[in-house]
């Protein structure tokens, strides 16, 4: 495992943040079971949490004309740090109030940053245009196998859900992922509750 402190990195027209390497869940797809960077990154191994000031001494090097999008993320789960990518993306707004924001994230926030009392999704609205939330499954028993959230709640699925549809009641752009390691009858499932919720799923391939 090499540690760096690489907070930012290019994915084509992107621009991706390392907000922390702490995760809620352990995917068994999860790339960093594979790898210490995404998409020819730099090590995503974090030092130690970076601060606010870190972030904002690295963006001020970035040319944000050149990016459609800021994307939230982490070589871990963001919301992890719920608090902390609030602040971070409301800086952003001050200092670049035309770019996107859009937070990647595997919608369990009110289960594991339970301070928010089920209010995750209202806050997350107030802070980006865009969310990306990790389907994973079209049903709650794969989702457990396939996500392995800490302790197993039995109410992870539905809570993930809940968030995704908060999120769009309150405006945002809303789109869900799956990964093509469940089965194409899985997967089928999956685009059915996407369908259902009125949700654009994306399947993501499994990258080895």
Not at 10 to 26: H, I
Not at 41 to 57: A, C, G, R
């Amino acid at each position: 495992m090499k540690k760096a402190m690489t907070l930012s990195y290019e994915v084509g027209d992107n621009l991706y943040l390392n907000l922390t390497n702490q995760c809620s869940c352990n995917c068994v797809f999860c790339i960093r079971k594979n790898d210490d960077g995404a998409y020819g990154s730099d090590p995503l191994w974090l030092e130690h949490e970076p601060s606010l000031q870190e972030f904002q001494d690295d963006l001020s090097k970035r040319d944000f004309s050149k990016y459609q999008e800021i994307v939230f993320c982490g070589y871990g789960e963001p919301t992890m740090r719920l608090d902390f990518v609030c602040e971070l993306a409301n800086w952003l707004k001050s200092v670049h109030p035309d770019i996107c924001l859009r937070l990647n994230t595997n919608g369990l926030a009110d289960i594991y940053s339970p301070s928010q009392n089920g209010k995750a999704g209202q806050l997350i609205s107030n802070c980006f245009q865009k969310v990306s939330v990790s389907l994973n499954a079209g049903d709650s028993e794969t989702y457990l196998r396939v996500t392995n959230p800490k302790n197993k709640p039995d109410n992870a699925y539905r809570t993930m859900l809940e968030f995704a549809l908060t999120c769009k009641a309150n405006g945002l752009d809303v789109s869900f992922t799956v990964v093509d390691v469940i089965s194409p009858e899985e997967i089928q499932l999956a685009q059915q509750v996407a369908d259902d919720l009125k949700i654009p799923l994306h399947i993501r391939n499994y990258i080895s």
